[in-house]
């Protein structure tokens, strides 16, 4: 008949259950990549257990002053294995000084013995170097690098270097520590006197 369903009753109803299955699916997938990412994040934590156990048994120099802070980290803190400025330049050298005029023109060649003595984990005083027994006073650093001290003037002021063997001498100038040759220095000093500029350039060999 004209307008009638041929195929089903008029109250029949179809039940079609892909919202149902469509929902299910989602829910589980969500699940899954739940349980992978947290599978995936224990075994990302694996390394940082691990390093919980084994490398903090290493002890390391906790002080900045230090050549070797903070070598070793992680690890315990333990100063007892720092390693200072002054530790790495007590001892005799001895030292080949080249002295140069103002216009750095060669004017004599000497060798003879120089000391360093430790005054604190970075001080130093250098003995050898003035006949009369004037001591070089120098600050090291961690950089293997010790540089003649300043002087600090009546009026507050300070002037660069320091007054050394006569009082109209003033020194100024570096010692460098050889890092790929322990028993090695490198002098680099600067004299200026009523006479005029010296410089001192020298290399000496730990005795």
């Known amino acids: 008949m004209g307008g009638q369903n ?16 469509e929902s299910f699916l989602h829910k589980n997938i969500a699940i899954y990549i739940s349980v992978l990412l947290l599978f995936m994040a224990c075994l990302k934590s694996d390394p940082f257990d691990k390093a919980d156990e084994d490398q903090f048994g290493n002890r390391y120099c906790n002080d900045p002053i230090a050549i070797n802070y903070n070598h070793g ?3 315990t803190a ?3 294995t720092c390693i200072y400025p002054t530790d790495v330049f007590t001892g005799t050298y001895l030292l080949k000084d080249s ?6 023109n060669l004017d004599t060649i000497l ?18 170097f ?4 004037d001591t070089v006073r120098l600050t090291a650093d961690r950089y293997y690098r010790a540089a003649v001290d300043s ?18 001498d003033t020194l100024t100038g570096t010692i460098n520590k050889y890092k790929d040759d322990s028993n090695k220095i490198k002098v ?20």
């Open 6 to 21: 041929n195929f089903y009753p008029p109250n029949y109803v179809i039940f079609v259950p892909f919202p149902f299955f």
């Open 73 to 75: 980290f992680p690890g």
């Open 78 to 80: 333990d100063n007892t």
């Open 99 to 104: 002295i140069y005029d103002a216009d750095f």
């Open 111 to 128: 060798d003879f013995m120089v000391r360093f003595h430790r005054v604190s984990l970075t001080q130093l005083k250098l003995s050898g």
């Open 130 to 133: 003035c006949l009369n027994g």
């Open 151 to 168: 002087t600090l003037l009546p009026d507050s002021s300070m002037m660069e270097g320091h007054v050394f063997c006569r009082a109209i």
């Open 188 to 207: 680099s000093f600067i004299i200026a006197s009523d006479t005029g500029i010296n410089y001192h350039v020298g290399t000496g060999i730990k005795q």
